[in-house]
């Protein structure tokens, strides 16, 4: 079999059982896409955003790159928050890290993989900022569980610092900031306990937010 024209053939049996379901809905999706919500998320193939979330297309505006990392010289990354804040006028963004996320996992390994390995290093940063947190007498699969949360909240507070999110609280816009963390091995999206508002809320709301994982991270399995 060949699997692109087996991709294309499940592409058309997708499309006639949409459009039986809602003879309408290309038709008005095609005219205009007005979502609430812009997802920054992994690459990871394993991660589709609308899926788990089980809403259809047109409902989410996604960015994703590998360890959903924001950094404000990634022009990928701020023009699509720039088109999705000030153009689409989107309620909420969405960053939504991944337990076993193989960017974080290379940084905890210290794996060396080549030019991803810069990339990555905005990760490593985060790890040197949690140190007192990521304690190395515990099990890896739990560091990199840890460093997986604390990287979703802090490329969330990277998302709150940009100019484009900052210049929209000023004017009073409704946006709304949060960070997210979805298991692979159940489905399931946790709330990270970051949910930023206004320019004024975002140091109160990142250390309620670290003081929430250390908490969790303290309760007994």
């Known amino acids: 079999m060949d699997s692109l024209k087996d991709l294309l053939a499940n592409n058309r049996r997708w499309a006639e059982?949409?459009?039986a379901q809602d003879p309408q809905f290309f038709e008005s999706l095609s005219k205009q896409q007005a979502p609430k919500y812009l997802w920054i998320g992994c690459s990871d193939s394993r991660v589709p955003a609308t899926q788990i979330v089980d809403l259809p297309?047109?409902?989410?505006?996604v960015h994703r790159n590998v360890a959903n990392v924001v950094v404000h010289s990634d022009l990928n990354a701020l023009s699509t928050i720039q088109f999705a804040v000030d153009t689409l006028k989107v309620k909420h963004i969405l960053v939504v890290g991944h337990y076993g996320c193989g960017g974080v996992g290379a940084v905890l390994a210290k794996s060396q993989l080549g030019l991803i390995d810069?990339?990555?290093k905005h990760i490593d940063d985060i790890a040197m900022k949690h140190a007192d947190r990521l304690d190395p007498a515990q099990a890896m699969t739990i560091r990199h569980a840890h460093l997986c949360e604390l990287n979703a909240i802090e490329q969330a507070v990277n998302v709150c610092?940009?100019?484009?999110v900052r210049d929209a609280?000023?004017?009073g816009q409704p946006l709304a900031v949060h960070?997210?963390?979805?298991?692979?091995?159940?489905?399931?999206?946790?709330?990270l306990g970051l949910d930023v508002r206004g320019?004024?809320?975002?140091h109160d709301a990142y250390h309620a937010a670290l003081t929430g994982l250390?908490?969790?991270w303290k309760a007994p399995a």
């Open 199 to 202: 320019n004024d809320q975002l």
């Open 169 to 171: 609280w000023e004017r």
């Open 57 to 61: 297309p047109g409902e989410i505006f």
């Open 118 to 120: 810069n990339w990555l």
């Open 179 to 191: 960070a997210w963390i979805y298991g692979l091995d159940n489905g399931h999206i946790h709330d």
């Open 17 to 19: 059982g949409v459009t």
């Open 214 to 216: 250390a908490e969790r």
């Open 161 to 164: 610092r940009t100019t484009i």
